[in-house]
């Protein structure tokens, strides 16, 4: 059984959910989140899964007492700023620390899921770590991911996932600690055991986006000098820029690919039916959400967004 939260931490919990509106979402979101996380949930009336999903955030948010906040914003009544953040489909959920959205998700999510979710957004803002067995061995196989030590985080997330096989987290960790390894076939077939329910989970996808990129590294490599020369050549050919930072994406050189990415969408941000910003999403999605390079992209991104 979960422990009891106070009544004053309740009540915080409570005064941290708000219905939000295109005209009050600088001061409601970007400003507030220079001092606290806060989630944006955009739903509708009409939308099931925002009916499932919409309880289940204010319950967690609730019992995060006061550590991150919720912006609930209706999109019928509201269409702007979800048009700006290119929501094709709802519910959509996105996570903004620091002025700037660092993580997100779509669609109805369990309250394991969504606990995860709101973890990673106190974490990324400075957050204090819980003291729970599983959360300390996620924190070591992390610090050994850090100090470029996959062996070992593949040792911790695997004895996690054996603890807890439901640990969509730790299992989509240890594929990509594989992938670092070199070691695609066990991470194919870590992933082809998820369920299908579980395929959309965020860590997971992450992955397998970045599976996808590693497949591809070996014809990669023999593409890169003759992108750069086409380049060099005409710096506006925007299908050669693309193929470059796919290649550097799976040559594990993700600063250039985002560079890449990021100035197709700011000299041509229609290219390609968005081609270029789909890319830089996959590319976001492989390195995962608190990625230093992700955060520094999507601050970018947003700003291109949002000029």
Not at 206 to 223: I, N, T, V
């Amino acid at each position: 059984m979960e422990p009891l939260i106070g009544q004053a931490d309740a009540q915080a919990g409570a005064a941290a959910i708000i219905d939000g509106s295109d005209a009050t979402f600088r001061e409601d979101v970007m400003e507030a989140s220079l001092q606290t996380p806060v989630i944006v949930d955009f739903w509708a009336p009409w939308c099931g899964p925002c009916k499932q999903l919409g309880p289940a955030l204010e319950k967690a948010v609730t019992k995060a007492a006061g550590k991150i906040k919720l912006v609930k914003i209706n999109i019928d009544e509201n269409p702007a700023i979800a048009g700006q953040l290119r929501v094709q489909s709802i519910p959509a959920v996105f996570g903004f620390v620091g002025g700037r959205p660092v993580d997100g998700f779509a669609g109805a999510l369990p309250e394991s899921q969504i606990k995860d979710f709101i973890n990673r957004l106190i974490a990324a803002a400075g957050g204090e770590a819980g003291d729970d067995p599983i959360e300390q061995a996620m924190e070591q196989a992390e610090a050994a991911v850090e100090a470029g030590d996959f062996g070992t985080a593949a040792a911790i997330y695997g004895q996690v996932v054996e603890h807890d096989p439901e640990n969509m987290k730790a299992l989509g960790k240890l594929a990509q600690a594989y992938i670092k390894l070199e070691e695609l076939d066990a991470a194919q077939a870590l992933l082809d055991e998820v369920p299908e329910a579980k395929a959309q989970d965020p860590d997971i996808a992450s992955a397998r986006a970045a599976l996808e990129f590693a497949a591809k590294a070996a014809e990669a490599e023999g593409k890169l000098a003759p992108l750069e020369a086409a380049l060099a050549a005409n710096p506006n050919d925007h299908q050669a820029r693309f193929d470059l930072a796919e290649a550097q994406a799976a040559m594990g050189q993700s600063e250039e690919a985002i560079d890449n990415l990021l100035y197709i969408i700011q000299t041509d941000r229609g290219w390609k039916d968005d081609a270029a910003r789909l890319q830089l999403l996959k590319v976001f999605e492989a390195l995962g959400p608190t990625d230093p390079e992700v955060l520094s992209g999507r601050r970018r991104l947003s700003s291109l967004l949002f000029s």
